[in-house]
């Protein structure tokens, strides 16, 4: 099993940028695949970025361009850069690892970290 850590969330003013971290426990870092979802207020969770073991990243449209997700194997933790923040891209933002391809209902899940962008 994995335990999950998110950090960086914070207020920011729209334009601005902020990185998260996610610092997982356990072996399995190196051979599951990272995400960041997110979740607003009255909306479903949704995919923001992914990467694989192998380094392969997958980004949802409205943030490409904007958003970079990486990760540091030797140090367990995955990272989300966002610049160019916008006010719709308010959320909770969480960290999951699991298998690639498996999808969010398999794998294992952080508590979050609250982004809010506004003027």
């Known amino acids: 099993q994995v335990q999950l850590v998110e950090s960086g969330g914070g207020l920011v003013q729209p334009g601005g940028s902020l990185r998260l971290a996610c610092a997982a426990s356990?072996?399995?870092?190196?051979?599951?695949?990272m995400g960041w979802y997110r979740q607003a207020p009255g909306k479903q969770r949704e995919l923001v970025a992914a990467i694989t073991s192998g380094g392969r990243t997958n980004y949802k449209d409205s943030v490409k361009g904007r958003f970079t997700i990486s990760r540091d194997n030797a140090k367990n933790t995955v990272y989300l850069q966002m610049n160019s923040l916008k006010p719709e891209d308010t959320a909770v933002y969480y960290c999951h690892a699991g298998p690639e391809g498996w999808g969010e209902n398999v794998g294992s899940w952080g508590r979050g970290t609250q982004v809010t962008v506004s003027s």
């Open positions: 356990g072996s399995i870092f190196s051979t599951n695949a």
